[in-house]
């Protein structure tokens, strides 16, 4: 997959982290949420558990010696997930606010803390 130009994405950061509950808005998982089991900042893209399944044909190896078909999720571009709110299950965008000398991420629909 072919790296992102020198001028894009200059900051590498999702509004996203590895472990957050996510809906995904647009494309044809629309509707569907999950948790976010990988991100990568670089590439602008989240795996989300559960979403956008594909099914991959594995060759024979030592650990897998029957080989065969396996499924696993592919990665989704960050821009088409946001972080469901905790309070009331829809999606959300997030405000940063510190809290106790801390940065916190902060529900913008709910003012919920989200870490």
């Not at 089991?37 to 590439?43: F, Q």
């Not at 088409?80 to 959300?92: L, Q, Y």
């Amino acid at each position: 997959m072919p790296r992102p130009s020198a001028g894009s994405h200059h900051n590498n950061k999702l509004h996203v982290k590895k472990g957050d509950t996510v809906i995904v808005l647009s494309g044809k998982h629309k509707g569907q949420t999950g948790k976010v089991l990988l991100a990568l900042p670089r590439d602008q893209k989240v795996v989300v558990e559960g979403v956008n399944i594909v099914t991959k044909n594995v060759k024979p190896s030592a650990g897998n010696p029957q080989g065969g078909q396996e499924q696993r999720e592919l990665a989704l571009h960050a821009s088409k997930v946001s972080i469901v709110d905790p309070e009331t299950g829809k999606a959300t965008r997030i405000r940063k606010t510190i809290v106790d000398g801390k940065k916190v991420r902060v529900a913008v629909a709910s003012g919920k803390n989200i870490d």
